[in-house]
């Protein structure tokens, strides 16, 4: 009877210490727009995440109490304006889907004006709450939020570059699909590097090294396609938004693997634009896409470029070029409202 308890009180401590080593709190803010919606009930669906906190200026407690009938183990909670820091305190991850979206003619850019202040100020809410959770930048423009949020983190005396993250997976996810859909293969087979940030001729995929033979005509337009993905959702939707589910099952999925690599799994790797010296001494910008590994304290190990074909250095150098600007504009945004 003693053996039986005493082997009862060693199931529970040790089903208590993996709960423990799995409880991660993730905050989502702007949890009510289109993108965080489903990317909270993602979020609900997945075991690794012991407790959700859902800001938005508005209808964040309505969505909250939606997903929080969802049966799987995690709390979840809603707040409001002026909630923010109560919702961010204990995070470990932050998603920021937060700010508008495009309207069809925009470019990413054209959101500057708008977003840049949105992200600006939950970026202090941030550095404030959880300086060292992890931070992914979905809000667009991405070249730019994440200097903003990474200027803010550093006038706050708190930035960790390993922390920040402008989540470019859903270029990832189109390059797989959209070669699948010429190839006629499972996308689940096709892994396609790409590198560079995220709008347009920055975003650039080196199909080179997944050995396509895709030539000319083909090419151009496969890389168009990439390159302006995001475009084909944004007229399709006709002035209602840009991509939200396939954005949301990206930015889960990104949130996934650094959990994973959180919870002490190897070899997590993930493209993302990051504070990176690929390019830093060379053409001075200092942020850049490409393979991450992650690791417990975010980033690990940043990915080399690696071999390039002639056609995919002229993308490369074009995307540099653009990269550079949306990159100080974001920091000089900061510095002159800060
Ligand atoms: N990184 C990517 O790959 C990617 C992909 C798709 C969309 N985006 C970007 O994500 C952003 C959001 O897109 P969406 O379709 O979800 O837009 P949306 O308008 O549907 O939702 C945005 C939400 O943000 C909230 N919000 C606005 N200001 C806020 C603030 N200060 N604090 C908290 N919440 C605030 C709004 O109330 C709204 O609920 C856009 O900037 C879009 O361009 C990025
Ligand atoms: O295209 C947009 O404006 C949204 C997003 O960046 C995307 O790639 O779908």
Do not use: W
Not at 170 to 189: M, Y
Not at 262 to 284: M, N, R, W
């Amino acid at each position: 009877m003693f053996a039986a308890r005493q082997a009862v009180g060693l199931f529970q401590r040790r089903a208590f210490s993996s709960t423990a080593a799995n409880a991660s709190k993730v905050a989502i803010l702007g949890a009510a727009g289109g993108i965080g919606q489903p990317l909270s009930l993602l979020l609900k669906l997945n075991p690794r995440v012991s407790e959700l906190a859902l800001y938005d200026i508005v209808g964040a407690p309505g969505v909250a109490a939606d997903i929080s009938h969802v049966n799987t183990k995690s709390t979840v909670k809603g707040y409001g304006k002026g909630e923010a820091k109560e919702a961010l305190k204990g995070s470990e991850i932050v998603l920021i889907p937060a700010g508008v979206p495009r309207k069809p003619g925009m470019t990413r850019d054209d959101l500057f004006n708008t977003n840049a202040s949105i992200v600006r100020d939950l970026a202090k809410e941030c550095a404030e709450a959880c300086p060292d959770a992890s931070i992914l930048i979905i809000a667009n423009p991405v070249n730019s939020t994440v200097p903003i949020t990474a200027e803010v983190f550093k006038s706050k005396g708190v930035y960790n570059p390993k922390k920040l993250f402008g989540v470019t997976t859903l270029d990832v996810v189109r390059a797989s699909r959209f070669i699948s859909e010429l190839k006629k293969t499972d996308p689940a087979n096709e892994s396609i590097v790409v590198v560079g940030g995220h709008s347009g001729a920055t975003i650039v995929p080196l199909l080179s090294q997944s050995g396509s033979e895709l030539k000319g005509e083909q090419l151009d337009e496969y890389v168009k396609r990439v390159q302006f993905g995001g475009d084909e959702v944004v007229k399709a939707k006709d002035g209602k938004g840009s991509a939200t589910l396939s954005m949301a099952m990206a930015g889960a999925r990104f949130a996934e693997s650094l959990l994973k690599a959180a919870q002490g799994q190897k070899g997590v790797i993930e493209p993302t634009f990051v504070d990176s010296p690929l390019y830093k001494e060379s053409h001075g910008v200092t942020y850049f896409a490409s393979n991450v590994e992650l690791g417990p304290n975010g980033v690990e190990k940043i990915h080399p470029v690696g071999d390039v074909t002639e056609y995919e250095q002229k993308l490369l150098d074009v995307c540099l070029k653009d990269l550079k600007g949306n990159i100080e504009k974001g920091e000089k945004f900061v510095k002159e409202n800060p």
